[in-house]
């Protein structure tokens, strides 16, 4: 059975042990339980009090296809609340194989004590010195991590924005290519992490063993069953092998729902010439890869390998949050700058939703002038230099820059910048950012679905009704996905395909000989969902802290000149 | 009968009205009652929707001691919440002769539009270019005032800090000197004043009048009682205008709450040499004054003018609360030096106490030396630069710069900066830090008086029993004395000696020709908390907010070794 390593990060001491009350959850279920139980609510986030838990999901581990996600949580240092922010890349799945569910550190050393490496191989933990690649990138970082820890060892890591304890910051991971490009972005876990001195977590797995499963006739018909479905769908089938998340371009901008100026418009002109469309013609024509999956059984393959006119690798996972953040919200018209911003974003080991937004609030402060993607790319830069006070200021997020420069217009929730939908032309992802307990999050409720996919149903964006309910629904599903360690974008196929819940179920009563069925399905995402408000609660958030920000309530978004009409009463009704 | 004067800074027009529903108000029961109507709590601070209001007191304007304190009114930038912060000077008195109750800025033009200088005479309102007046210190700008509009003229301003909408920014006001050494410091009230792009509201009271009375004769009984009970009490009539407010240096360091190095340890080694004592001492020796009033008609006179060893001016309005916050908090053993830092936050528009604080958290973060007087003055001097991001981050207050250099040691209640007494040897004034609705702030509810100076009883700081009765009991009278236009310190003497209610009730009755009873002096305060708290639930405040910070609770402070020990159910019986 799988156990639980804790590190403790001021002694450099570990232990395994059983997982007790944590047994039977996985994923964003054993890390919200985690925190809950262990973390005071109201310790600040880079205090000793905080932890950082890495967990596998339910499926993880198995022939599943899309199984490797591995979630991270913590007390969040950006929105001051719980967060859960998953990830692709081998971590997860290397974990596994060295039998481990999670991996929690704990406490932290003196603010000044030397950077770690902590490294996990099938005889136990070490620490390593960091050495030189403390104040690196992560891409030099990765390569340092293949000279020390060999090709196959992958890493969970910070770049020198968690190293400077920026709240904009992210853990990175690498993916199947040894590459930094994997992220869990939201939420500033990077500057957890940095909190506790630790620069990576590096895993080789040699002599690592697979899991093994209760009744694995059972798992392997389900399996194969699952991997139909995914690969029937249009969308994880066709549209996101085809041209990544960035399709969602075009999509979004038709719909009048792509942020444009910092939230001023819901449709960019040049939106066209940074589109999906535009990236795969560029992929093919420069000898880049369309379609790439982030972990080892991933069979959407939405992930690329994007290169310069060259045909020299610029970046990976490069997504349409990403896109629009720098492209649309900062009007940046030229995608191979966009792309290395992408990159950028990763080496620094920054969330590119939170800074790209962070960018955006810059050029409305001035600072650097609209559009400009050279300026971005140096003022970006400036994040790397601790000393930097602008570049510790655009790190630490778009609440954090808009106070710096007194800017009013601020599109967060909970301190977290908003992505890339309107919330006044997509009511229902609206209703997700501000309910969900993460912050302005797309990923905890996507009720794009349903309202611009026409997949799970087919709601009205710009009216109100259906959106509560839809959103509610979502992020009980979702956080039940979290859970199992599924990437969220089988939600496509799953919400189209009527026996793919009890195929999913199928699959987890066969690994873990127990009878989960669709009502265990919703009971796990629902039970997260209320442990993270009561978390919340006792942090001090209240319904006020589920509503969106006053502008977008008075200010119509063209083109459709909708405005943000919920009551903060009326968004109660989507939490459990 | 005084009119309130509505000022709209987009279209450049103003009006006088009558006071309508605030009539029977005045001082913060006006301003907080105005902002709540008219106010949307889910409004950005920096918005248009935002409105500044200035409003004299209900014995503002008479013969009264120590009457004419203005009460400024705004949602807070830095607090999030409603905020009143009141100041010395001569606007208020000024206001009076012009027979303005209260003044109101109200909407807002483009971020670039010209600063200007609004001018109230007996002949109406008139707008100026600033001009030259933008980007200039206090000081430099109260001689512009004096050139252009003649000596006699008193104003309100804000220093670079507010032009640049820094959350530290406060509005500074002139004193009877045309020093800009008076404060409305606590909020980053001068951030609203500047989104409004004002840089000064300067007052020519020639041919003003002067208030009537509804009964003559009565009033100035009363005022001679006034007087006396002043003179009389030994904080009023000799400690405060012997040492000002610095004689608490040596008081609060021998009882141990004198928090030093950022919130540490309650005593301070080198506290004696930067007391009250030495002060005056100095001041005698080189020819300073060790005792001046802030408005005409003070008989406490607490202020002086402090001098440099060859007696030129370095500052006035010197308190005990910078001296701690530059040389307990920040280590600086210089007291010269502390004066400097004094004048140069005057002459910066920001409040001492968030500045000064802030200069302790950039020591902690290692950005310069602790207790290094010259390093924190050159840091100071950059926030009179818009473009120096480091200078934007001092000036943006405690929980900012905290955030931006990753410290997790964080003294602030609703993002405000806790000041000069530890909540941990002072629980009284903690229960106020924790519960008021203005943030950590020592001046709503000074239980200092019952904790450490036996005034108005006798309660064992450190110690729960008898605290949350004090501070609510404080808080109410406070919010009354601040809807009179009186100095708090009053309320030493007001304390101690049984008829000074009712003396004061006796003026405000003959003033306004009203039967104005002691039932009455409680139940305005009442009524002004109430609002207020109204005001800051609809902005989203929570019981949760109503608490102090967690390593306050964990972490014993020497020399006594006591935690903060209430809980939220325990403090939420402090609110009316």
């Known amino acids: 059975?799988?156990?639980?390593?804790?590190?403790?990060?001021?002694?450099r001491s570990w232990r395994f042990e059983e997982p007790g009350k944590y047994a039977g959850l996985g994923g964003r279920s054993l890390t919200s339980r985690l925190v809950q139980d262990e973390v005071p609510a109201d310790t600040h986030a880079l205090s000793a009090e905080n932890r950082i838990v890495a967990a596998i999901g339910l499926l993880s581990?198995?022939?599943?296809?899309?199984?490797?996600?591995?979630s991270i949580g913590a007390k969040s240092p950006l929105t001051g609340g719980i967060k859960e922010s998953n990830s692709g890349g081998s971590f997860c799945q290397k974990l596994a194989r060295l039998d481990i569910l999670a991996l929690v550190l704990e406490d932290k050393p003196e603010p000044n004590a030397p950077l770690v490496n902590i490294v996990l191989t099938k005889d136990g933990v070490r620490f390593d010195e960091a050495g030189d690649m403390a104040g690196?990138?992560?891409?030099?970082?990765?390569?340092?991590?293949?000279?020390?820890?060999?090709?196959?060892?992958?890493a969970m890591l910070i770049g020198p924005a968690g190293e400077s304890l920026l709240t904009g910051a992210s853990i990175q991971f690498s993916d199947p290519w040894g590459r930094p490009a994997r992220a869990a972005g939201r939420g500033g876990l990077g500057a957890v992490m940095g909190s506790k001195r630790v620069?990576?977590?590096?895993?080789?797995?040699e002599g690592g063993t697979r899991f093994g499963y209760a009744d694995e006739a059972r798992f392997k018909a389900a399996s194969k069953r699952w991997a139909e479905i995914l690969r029937a769908h249009p969308v994880t089938g066709q549209g996101l092998p085809g041209f990544g998340t960035a399709i969602l371009v075009n999509i979004i901008n038709e719909a009048g729902a792509f942020p444009t100026q910092n939230f001023r418009t819901g449709r960019c002109e040049h939106a066209p010439k940074i589109s999906g469309e535009v990236m795969a013609e560029y992929m093919e024509k420069r000898g880049g890869k369309v379609k790439e999956g982030c972990h080892a059984g991933c069979i959407i393959q939405c992930s690329q390998n994007y290169v310069d006119p060259a045909g020299e690798y610029i970046t990976s996972g490069f997504e349409y949050e990403t896109v629009w953040a720098f492209g649309g919200n900062s009007l940046i018209a030229d995608i191979d700058d966009i792309a290395r911003l992408d990159r950028m974003c990763d080496d620094l080991g920054v969330d590119t939703i939170e800074i790209g937004n962070?960018?955006?609030?810059?050029?409305?402060?001035?600072?650097?002038?609209?559009?400009?993607?050279?300026?971005?790319?140096?003022?970006?830069?400036?994040?790397?230099?601790?000393?930097?006070?602008l570049g510790r200021i655009i790190g630490s997020g778009v609440g954090f820059a808009a106070q710096a420069f007194g800017i009013d217009r601020v599109p967060t929730v909970k301190n977290q910048s908003m992505p890339a939908y309107d919330p006044r032309a997509a009511k229902g992802v609206g209703v997700t950012y501000a309910t969900t307990t993460m912050g302005a999050d797309h990923t905890a409720g996507y009720a794009i679905c349903q309202n611009m996919l026409k997949v799970g149903g087919d709601v009205n964006p710009l009216g109100k009704e259906g959106q509560v309910?839809?959103?509610?629904?979502?992020?009980?599903?979702?956080?039940?996905?979290d859970s199992l360690g599924l990437c969220l974008f089988v939600a496509f196929a799953v919400l189209d395909t009527p026996d793919a819940v009890q195929c999913i179920c199928d699959m987890v009563s066969a690994r873990h000989g127990i009878d989960f069925t669709p009502n265990d399905f919703i009971a796990i995402g629902t039970d997260v969902l209320k442990v993270e408000q009561k978390f919340?609660?006792?942090?001090?958030?209240?319904p006020e802290d589920d509503?969106?920000?006053?502008?977008?309530?008075?200010?119509?978004?063209?083109?459709?000149?909708?405005v943000w009409d919920f009551s903060v009463e009326e968004l109660q009704q989507a939490k459990v």
């Open 61 to 70: 581990g198995t022939g599943a296809a899309n199984s490797g996600r591995i």
């Open 136 to 154: 690196k990138g992560t891409y030099a970082c990765m390569d340092a991590v293949s000279e020390r820890y060999g090709k196959k060892a992958c």
């Open 536 to 542: 919340n609660a006792d942090a001090g958030f209240t």
């Open 199 to 205: 620069k990576a977590i590096v895993i080789d797995d």
């Open 469 to 481: 309910e839809t959103s509610k629904a979502l992020q009980v599903a979702t956080a039940t996905v």
């Open 358 to 389: 962070t960018v955006a609030i810059a050029m409305d402060a001035g600072i650097i002038p609209w559009g400009d993607g050279k300026a971005a790319l140096k003022l970006l830069a400036r994040i790397a230099d601790p000393s930097d006070a």
């Open 1 to 11: 059975m799988p156990r639980i390593l804790r590190i403790n990060t001021r002694e």
């Open 547 to 562: 509503q969106l920000p006053a502008f977008m309530k008075r200010e119509p978004l063209p083109p459709h000149n909708v």
